[in-house]
């Protein structure tokens, strides 16, 4: 099998068309969003869930992020306390996930939620949005790579990645945001941050006066198992807060800072020469990517700032550097 390719700036309709036909055929399709590319199967479909799954090579069954094309759906399938629905009409459509109490025969399978009596929803923007109202089901969506491996920010990611398995990919172009939405959970009037993400958290605090209690390490982070410590790995070896580089690095660093050794450099990747941090998380993983291809064996990366979308940078180059299984 090889992906239909269907780029959305010239083929918008026919690629709603194509993508409505094989969601009900029961496979997955690579769609855009504003986050990452994902792997979209009918949420309510058992054998298109188990299909993700085979897609991606993951080897269990994890709660999938469910996606929607409003709110009025999203109410359908799971329950908002006020909180969330303050998030939910402040954030959505947008890289933000909810994690809320399911409907009981709401019609999202059992394998999306992994049996869970709760939910991870998200309204994503732009083709995805439509789509799914196109569709008129919610689509089970994670981040269509092979797992473990790097997201895909591009269809031509996706189409290097997973092509030979899918039967069809949907171009549109780079995903602006770069990481995968932010995960949040609202307890008792308490959120409880379970990924950092698009959503910077102190937009979430600022938007609802409420303290986002973050996890104490990444082991706290289990209830969202697609967070395992090592993940987003890349072929290379990946060393953090590097302020030299070694022969044969190749470096990913964050504006001019001062790197010493900087001529031994195999390749230098500026993930934004302004330090802008959302336009460092838009090309973070095609320059994971990128540094990877070069051959080289090690990617030094230099200290990016912990503040705004630099949080889930950080998550994300945290888990591209532990110790592989
Ligand atoms: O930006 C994104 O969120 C991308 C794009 C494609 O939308 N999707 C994505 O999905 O990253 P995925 O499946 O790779 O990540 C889902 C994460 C997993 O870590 C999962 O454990 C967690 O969300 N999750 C989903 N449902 C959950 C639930 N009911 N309780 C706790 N965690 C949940
Ligand atoms: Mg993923």
Redesign the pocket.
């Known amino acids: 099998m090889t992906a239909e390719i269907i780029d959305i700036t010239t083929d918008r309709e026919k690629a709603l068309e194509r993508a409505c036909a094989v969601l009900a055929d029961g496979f997955p399709v690579a769609i855009p ?1 504003e ?2 590319y ?1 792997l979209a199967a009918d949420a309510t479909n058992p054998a298109a869930i188990t299909r993700i799954y085979e897609t991606k090579g993951r080897p269990r069954f ?4 469910c ?1 929607m094309s409003d709110l009025a759906m999203a109410e359908r399938y799971a329950v908002f306390d006020p909180v969330s629905k303050k998030l939910a009409e402040t954030f959505w459509p947008g ?1 933000l ?1 909810l ?1 809320l109490p399911l409907r009981p025969e709401s019609g999202i399978h059992s394998l999306a ?1 992994a049996g ?1 009596d ?3 929803i ?1 309204l ?1 923007k732009g083709f995805a949005a439509d789509l799914i109202r196109a569709y008129g089901k919610p689509l089970a ?3 269509a790579n092979t797992s473990g491996g790097v997201s895909p920010t591009s269809a031509r990611h996706v189409a290097d990645d997973l092509g030979d398995k899918l039967k069809l990919v949907i171009d549109g172009g780079a995903a602006p945001v770069g990481v ?2 932010t ?1 949040l959970r609202v307890e008792s009037g308490a959120l409880r941050l ?2 950092p ?1 698009g959503v910077a958290g102190e937009e979430i605090e600022t938007a609802t006066g409420l303290t986002v209690i973050r996890p104490e390490g990444p082991a706290a982070i289990i ?5 395992l410590a090592s993940h987003y790995a890349p072929g290379a070896s990946v060393r953090l807060n590097a302020d030299h580089v070694e022969p044969g690095e190749v470096l990913i660093r964050l504006g001019a800072v001062p790197v010493k050794g900087i001529e031994q450099a195999a390749a230098i990747f500026d993930l934004s020469p302004s330090g802008d941090l959302a336009e460092a998380a838009a090309n973070l993983f095609d320059y994971l990517k990128r540094a990877d291809a070069t051959g080289a064996t090690r990617i030094a990366v230099t200290p990016i700032p912990g503040h705004g979308l630099g949080e889930a940078i950080n998550d994300r180059l945290a888990r591209a550097a532990a110790p592989r299984k």
Do not use: D, K
């Open positions: 969003t986050t990452v994902g994890n709660p999938l992020i996606h890289p996930t994690i939620t869970l709760t939910v991870g998200r994503p969506a994670p981040s995968e939405s995960i379970l990924r993400g209830e969202a198992p697609g967070m």
